[in-house]
């Protein structure tokens, strides 16, 4: 049996209601579609968040117990340079970084802690030192290029600290200077330096047999 077509006639006004009605149709569709997605899509995740978490977790677990095993059976060898330096410098060792090759050469571990930058109170007297000196300088336009540049130095960040990296470049411009005072403001900062120490850290490099070179051994998510 054949199919059969029948043609409807409408008059304008009917036309115009069955357009209104078929897009009104579509937009529907089209919503519902969309919120389908939505709903596919929050599914997706809060599935893939259930399986990924409890393996990261495990993850970060096993990373933990491996940086610790490695800082506990360091503690012997630091024990021990700590003695050696002492007896060679009269003085203790700072526990900031410390890097440790094998006798072949090959394989390096490198154990450390950050350090937040800290000073004690008596930096604002050499802060102050410096700027009374640098700001009778601001006479001309060179003078007041450097009067701009050691201030931006002296900027404490957001948690009120001075930065100690600012702090070598403002020993190095005092000492192009040669004035005594300025020289003696940044000496003042910096016998004031009192960093807090923060986060042990450990990283291990091998050496590529082919390109002799250091190849870091990945301990971290975004370093694989």
């Not at 009917?14 to 579509?26: L, P, V």
């Not at 529907?28 to 393996?55: H, L, N, S």
């Amino acid at each position: 049996m054949e199919n059969q077509t029948k043609s409807v006639v409408m008059t304008a006004e009917e036309q115009a209601e069955f357009a209104a009605f078929k897009a009104e149709k579509e937009k529907k569709a089209a919503e519902q579609k969309a919120q389908e997605q939505r709903q596919t899509y929050r599914q997706m995740v809060d599935d893939e968040i259930a399986a990924a978490i409890p393996e990261l977790k495990g993850l970060s677990d096993d990373i933990k117990v491996a940086k610790d095993s490695v800082l506990e059976n360091f503690k012997a060898i630091l024990a021990i340079k700590g003695e050696m330096f002492n007896q060679r410098h009269g003085k203790d060792m700072n526990f900031y970084s410390h890097t440790f090759t094998n006798s072949e050469g090959t394989k390096k571990i490198t154990i450390g802690q950050y350090m937040n930058d800290n000073y004690l109170d008596t930096a604002e007297n050499g802060i102050q030192m410096i700027t009374e000196y640098i700001q009778s300088l601001a006479t001309d336009a060179k003078s007041q290029a450097l009067v701009g540049m050691v201030m931006k130095l002296l900027a404490k960040d957001a948690k009120g600290t001075l930065k100690a990296q600012r702090i070598i470049q403002l020993r190095k411009i005092a000492d192009e200077t040669g004035d005594e005072k300025f020289i003696q403001g940044v000496k003042i900062i910096e016998e004031a330096y009192c960093p807090i120490p923060s986060k042990t850290f450990v990283r291990a490099w091998e050496k590529d047999e082919k390109t002799n070179a250091w190849k870091p051994i990945p301990l971290g998510m975004t370093e694989s």
